[in-house]
Structure formats: C-alpha cells, structure tokens
Nanobody, 123 residues
C-alpha cells in the first residue's frame, strides 16, 4: 500500500507559479512511477505529466510542455510539480498517483491516488 498526500495548491493570478508536492509513505517509493492528473469541474480526470521510477524519463501532455516540470526526490519520498506561466485553463483539482507501469498516461495505469489539491488560476 502507498499513501499519497498532495499540498501546495491555491489561488494564483494568470502568469504566476505554484509548486505542488506529493509526499508518499508505505511501500518503497522508488519502485513506482509517479504521475500528476487534473480534473476540472464537470470533466474527466486527465493526464498531466509522469516521471519514471528513477527519474530517468518524463512525459508531459502537450498543453503544459515548457511550463510545467515534474521532479522526484526518492530520498524524501516526494514528487514535485513546478507550474509556471499558469493559465485560467489550468484551473482544476490536481491529483498525484503512483503506478507500477512506467510513464502511464491513463487513470487505469495507476494504483494509488492522493486526495487532490485545488489549483485556481484567476485574476
């Protein structure tokens, strides 16, 4: 079992930045690929970015490339999502997830989920 707790969400103006954190506990954190998904009101949960077990590889959805950066610190059992140049369309609840499949792009490829953290981009 892996427990995930996100933090760092909030209200930010367009063009601003936020850094989300996801702290993991339980099974060996470094054995899992980690992903971030987001879900806007009334919409399905969508893939944002993922990082492989030892941070050797990452993949981003097109809409966040060049603006978002994922990183992980296996010593601290934590994965981060640095979000820059935020846009109103980035507004959503952001979820951290852990899965045994490398760089999974779909919800079904992840086994463990956090409770989510709200990100609101508005002036």
């Amino acid at each position: 079992q892996v427990q995930l707790v996100e933090s760092g969400g909030g209200l930010v103006q367009p063009g601003g930045s936020l850094r989300l954190s996801c702290a993991a506990s339980g099974r060996t954190f470094s054995n899992y690929a980690m992903g971030w998904f987001r879900q806007a009101p009334g919409k399905e949960r969508k893939f944002v970015v993922a990082v492989s077990w030892r941070a050797g590889g990452t993949t981003y959805t097109d809409s966040v490339k060049g603006r978002f950066t994922i990183s992980r610190d296996n010593a601290k059992n934590t994965v981060y999502l640095q979000m820059n140049s935020l846009k109103p369309e980035d507004t959503a609840v952001y979820y951290c997830a852990a899965g045994s499949r490398a760089l999974g792009l779909s919800v079904n490829e992840y086994d463990y989920w956090g409770q989510g953290t709200q990100v609101t981009v508005s002036s």
